[in-house]
């Protein structure tokens, strides 16, 4: 651990588990029954590979018996022999009630207070689409046509779509390729008459030797290293120079890139890639912040100038209009797939991340989807049920090619579903954006003595869905907590389990009464 602060030392409540720090410790989650450690100043990825799995995080731990843990700045924490240890300032604070909803809401009020305002409702009303892994560093606009079409013929709804990696001239020059896209305000005007959003990918990099670059380079605007030098980092597609984003200066020269494309082209938003606490380091210097918290905190700001917005990584921000997606997953079955959405998707909720999505249906890590592999059928219909009913959903491989007609129509089958739910999804994040509520929640933040169950959530207060995550499974034990709920073949049960036969297509949902 740091010593940057006094260190601090909380013994364990009997029962009591904490959640928060890392979405990539969501599997972890909750945290007390067994060692853990976490230093939220320099990793927001997995504990082992920091250049993996990297999310949201916050300086945050709430706790199922009301406590929580809260500091301005990062710090470390670890929890071992009934303790939980803490530096960088972290602050010990109890609610009245001592409910893990008590300490969310206690912390939302006073550290993350909720905006009053949601992302664009068209994020949430159909499917997102995005066309990395159809299109991977080579979309055109023929190409992006011809997606958007075949989704429509298979039955899919229209919904926001994004054009991910490799539409620009390069990285920094936040214009369109003009080989790739001869004339993107047509396709644009194209897609909006389909019923699509539009919303283009980018990245806080500038290519070296590039005009962007050196305009940069004269005006301030570059990262600096601790040697003064303008920085050229490595991260995955290469050797870029990082825009200073907490530079004011730096933020307008790329917010009028962007505004042009919406003002010029008809671009609707924009998906705010990278910005990890990882593309940054301690000795770095920034014009403002001393930290890779500050930069990542600063370039997520930025997205705040428009209501279609994604990030993948966020440091704080909780409570405030920014749509938030889990990170790139391989298309398997295990803890680093499809068993991982659940978990890390409370997560986000837990730390002020209400307006949530799953990544792409079958996953979106692109070294996974290798030209000839076959897709998992029955994953992806899997994953698109656990996905369906997050807060957003997001495809990007085209169903319609990877799967045969029963498989399809599982998929659509569940898109269904949540198109028919959609009402009471918009009237959730309406809610999170007036208390900060998260949107899917933990059984134990409506039920205390749930804090195990892990492979279901609540979708608000009332619904409770338990995707079926096994391959080959024929039933689903589905864990009830206090009440009486109303099955989905119509049958009332009170609190205990309920072995449910299952099928291709089920996802089964319950309803309170």
């Given at each position: 651990?740091?010593?940057?602060?006094?260190?601090?030392?909380?013994?364990?409540?009997?029962?009591?588990?904490?959640?928060?720090?890392?979405?990539?410790?969501?599997?972890?989650?909750?945290?007390?029954?067994?060692?853990?450690?976490?230093?939220?100043?320099?990793?927001?990825?997995?504990?082992?590979?920091?250049?993996?799995?990297?999310?949201?995080?916050?300086?945050?731990?709430?706790?199922?018996?009301?406590?929580?843990?809260?500091?301005?700045?990062?710090?470390?924490?670890?929890?071992?022999?009934?303790?939980?240890?803490?530096?960088?300032?972290?602050?010990?604070?109890?609610?009245?009630?001592?409910?893990?909803?008590?300490?969310?809401?206690?912390?939302?009020?006073?550290?993350?207070?909720?905006?009053?305002?949601?992302?664009?409702?068209?994020?949430?009303?159909?499917?997102?689409?995005?066309?990395?892994?159809?299109?991977?560093?080579?979309?055109?606009?023929?190409?992006?046509?011809?997606?958007?079409?075949?989704?429509?013929?298979?039955?899919?709804?229209?919904?926001?779509?994004?054009?991910?990696?490799?539409?620009?001239?390069?990285?920094?020059?936040?214009?369109?390729?003009?080989?790739?896209?001869?004339?993107?305000?047509?396709?644009?005007?194209?897609?909006?008459?389909?019923?699509?959003?539009?919303?283009?990918?980018?990245?806080?990099?500038?290519?070296?030797?590039?005009?962007?670059?050196?305009?940069?380079?004269?005006?301030?605007?570059?990262?600096?290293?601790?040697?003064?030098?303008?920085?050229?980092?490595?991260?995955?597609?290469?050797?870029?120079?990082?825009?200073?984003?907490?530079?004011?200066?730096?933020?307008?020269?790329?917010?009028?890139?962007?505004?042009?494309?919406?003002?010029?082209?008809?671009?609707?938003?924009?998906?705010?890639?990278?910005?990890?606490?990882?593309?940054?380091?301690?000795?770095?210097?920034?014009?403002?912040?001393?930290?890779?918290?500050?930069?990542?905190?600063?370039?997520?700001?930025?997205?705040?100038?428009?209501?279609?917005?994604?990030?993948?990584?966020?440091?704080?921000?909780?409570?405030?209009?920014?749509?938030?997606?889990?990170?790139?997953?391989?298309?398997?079955?295990?803890?680093?797939?499809?068993?991982?959405?659940?978990?890390?998707?409370?997560?986000?909720?837990?730390?002020?991340?209400?307006?949530?999505?799953?990544?792409?249906?079958?996953?979106?890590?692109?070294?996974?989807?290798?030209?000839?592999?076959?897709?998992?059928?029955?994953?992806?219909?899997?994953?698109?049920?656990?996905?369906?009913?997050?807060?957003?959903?997001?495809?990007?491989?085209?169903?319609?090619?990877?799967?045969?007609?029963?498989?399809?129509?599982?998929?659509?089958?569940?898109?269904?579903?949540?198109?028919?739910?959609?009402?009471?999804?918009?009237?959730?994040?309406?809610h999170a954006a007036e208390t900060g509520e998260p949107i899917i929640r933990p059984l134990?933040?409506?039920?205390?003595?749930?804090?195990?169950?892990?492979?279901?959530?609540?979708?608000?207060?009332?619904?409770?869905?338990?995707?079926?995550?096994?391959?080959?499974?024929?039933?689903?034990?589905?864990?009830?907590?206090?009440?009486?709920?109303?099955?989905?073949?119509?049958?009332?049960?009170?609190?205990?389990?309920?072995?449910?036969?299952?099928?291709?297509?089920?996802?089964?949902?319950?309803?309170?009464?």
């Amino acid at each position: 651990m740091s010593n940057n602060a006094a260190m601090i030392s909380v013994e364990l409540l009997p029962g009591e588990h904490w959640w928060g720090g890392a979405v990539a410790d969501g599997l972890a989650m909750p945290f007390g029954l067994l060692p853990h450690r976490r230093d939220l100043a320099v990793n927001a990825g997995f504990a082992d590979d920091p250049s993996a799995g990297a999310n949201q995080s916050a300086p945050l731990l709430v706790s199922s018996r009301g406590r929580l843990l809260w500091s301005e700045g990062p710090f470390a924490f670890a929890f071992a022999d009934g303790q939980l240890t803490a530096d960088g300032g972290a602050k010990l604070f109890e609610a009245a009630g001592g409910t893990l909803r008590d300490a969310f809401l206690l912390a939302s009020r006073n550290f993350f207070p909720p905006s009053g305002r949601m992302p664009a409702h068209e994020l949430f009303d159909g499917p997102q689409y995005n066309s990395w892994i159809e299109m991977p560093y080579s979309p055109t606009q023929e190409g992006v046509l011809a997606y958007v079409d075949g989704l429509l013929d298979a039955g899919f709804p229209p919904g926001v779509l994004m054009i991910d990696d490799r539409w620009s001239a390069d990285y920094g020059d936040w214009r369109f390729d003009a080989s790739r896209f001869p004339d993107p305000a047509a396709m644009v005007e194209q897609l909006h008459a389909k019923g699509f959003l539009v919303m283009l990918w980018l990245v806080p990099f500038i290519s070296p030797d590039s005009d962007q670059f050196r305009e940069l380079r004269s005006r301030g605007l570059l990262l600096a290293g601790a040697d003064g030098e303008v920085i050229v980092r490595e991260w995955w597609n290469g050797f870029s120079a990082l825009l200073d984003v907490t530079n004011s200066e730096a933020g307008k020269w790329l917010l009028s890139q962007l505004d042009a494309l919406c003002d010029e082209v008809g671009v609707d938003g924009f998906k705010f890639d990278a910005g990890d606490l990882r593309d940054y380091r301690d000795g770095d210097r920034p014009a403002h912040g001393n930290g890779p918290v500050d930069l990542c905190e600063a370039y997520a700001r930025l997205g705040l100038n428009y209501a279609f917005n994604e990030y993948r990584a966020c440091w704080k921000m909780g409570g405030q209009p920014i749509a938030q997606r889990l990170h790139d997953k391989p298309p398997t079955w295990g803890t680093d797939g499809l068993l991982s959405l659940i978990p890390e998707g409370l997560a986000q909720g837990l730390i002020g991340h209400a307006f949530t999505c799953a990544d792409m249906v079958g996953g979106g890590e692109l070294t996974a989807f290798a030209p000839g592999t076959a897709v998992d059928q029955e994953q992806f219909v899997r994953y698109a049920q656990c996905a369906a009913l997050f807060p957003m959903m997001q495809f990007s491989i085209s169903p319609s090619r990877v799967l045969d007609a029963e498989h399809l129509a599982a998929v659509s089958s569940a898109v269904a579903l949540r198109q028919e739910l959609l009402p009471e999804i918009r009237a959730l994040a309406e809610h999170a954006a007036e208390t900060g509520e998260p949107i899917i929640r933990p059984l134990a933040y409506h039920f205390p003595g749930f804090e195990h169950v892990n492979d279901q959530f609540l979708l608000g207060e009332r619904i409770l869905v338990a995707p079926v995550l096994a391959r080959g499974a024929v039933r689903r034990t589905v864990v009830l907590p206090g009440g009486t709920w109303v099955g989905p073949d119509g049958t009332e049960h009170g609190e205990g389990l309920v072995e449910l036969e299952v099928g291709l297509s089920s996802l089964p949902v319950f309803r309170r009464t």
